[in-house]
């Protein structure tokens, strides 16, 4: 796993959009994965605005996205589907109907599950995934003691997830939903290349197992050491448990400009 430790999120943003954008340009119709959180939302105002200048264009790309509640109503603002359309999808070129999630309104939920995984099959698969993690240690929602083979399915989310989320449920932990679908482990880990965003202190703990821990399902995103293309981008504070950092950082200052990530 690629290390890389910045200041702050704009400069993981550049990083993670200098990817994007070449990406786009040796692949125009690539396959992006995409993440809700807040954590890319940096990201997705810098590709934004790269493509406003006429860098980067998604007319021909597609994506989709990792998780979504099951059971909020369409036009819930905090269904998955409704959030990546007004911070990202809706802002650029994608052509209508690029971009899919899992159905959480689905009335057979594992018929909805196996049709996502041959929607991402059908495509191609993923070439590039930017994903999240929790302060628990997942990846989408991935909560510990998910099978580190899992693929899309229901999943009932922790406690401690509902309460990282009632934020953007008006504070209100009750009215997080409690079900979720989610792209599996084994799913992720089938993307080409994987960017995962951490920042502020409250990740660190999940940064030093992802890093830095033995693989077990307990910490849900360890199953990215076996991938062979996986960028960590973090900022000081979430890198602050990390034993190593010290080299991750000499060995990123070292790499040379146009190698990228
Ligand atoms: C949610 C999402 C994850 C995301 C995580 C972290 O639970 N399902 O995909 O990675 O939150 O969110 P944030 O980036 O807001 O800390």
């Not at 430790?5 to 119709?29: E, S, Y």
Request: net charge negative.
């Amino acid at each position: 796993m690629e290390v890389v430790i910045l200041a702050d999120a704009t400069q993981i943003a550049g990083v993670a959009a200098d990817a994007v954008g070449a990406l786009l340009g040796r692949k125009p119709d690539a396959v992006l994965g995409l993440a809700t959180g807040s954590s890319p939302l940096a990201i997705y105002d810098e590709v934004v605005a790269r493509h406003d200048a006429g860098l980067v264009s998604f007319r021909q790309a597609r994506g989709f996205t990792l998780d979504e509640y099951v059971g909020l109503p369409a036009d819930h603002p905090e269904r998955y589907r409704n959030v990546i359309d007004r911070v990202f999808v809706s802002r650029v070129d994608f052509a209508v109907g690029a971009v899919q999630g899992p159905d959480g309104l689905a009335a057979d939920i594992p018929a909805a599950c196996a049709a996502y995984e041959s929607a991402i099959r059908e495509a191609g698969g993923v070439d590039l995934q930017i994903v999240g993690i929790g302060t628990d240690g997942h990846i989408a929602f991935n909560e510990p003691g998910s099978s580190l083979a899992s693929r899309t399915r229901i999943k009932t989310l922790t406690r401690q997830t509902r309460t990282d989320n009632a934020r953007f449920f008006g504070g209100e932990v009750d009215s997080v939903p409690t079900h979720c679908l989610t792209q599996g482990l084994g799913t992720i880990i089938e993307a080409r290349h994987v960017i995962l965003i951490a920042i502020g202190i409250r990740k660190a703990e999940a940064v030093h197992h992802l890093v830095e821990g033995p693989v077990s399902a307990m910490w849900p995103a360890t199953i990215l050491q076996h991938h062979p293309h996986v960028t960590a981008l973090l900022d000081d504070a979430a890198a602050h448990r990390l034993q190593l950092a010290g080299y991750y950082r000499e060995t990123y200052r070292a790499k040379p400009d146009w190698q990228g990530i």
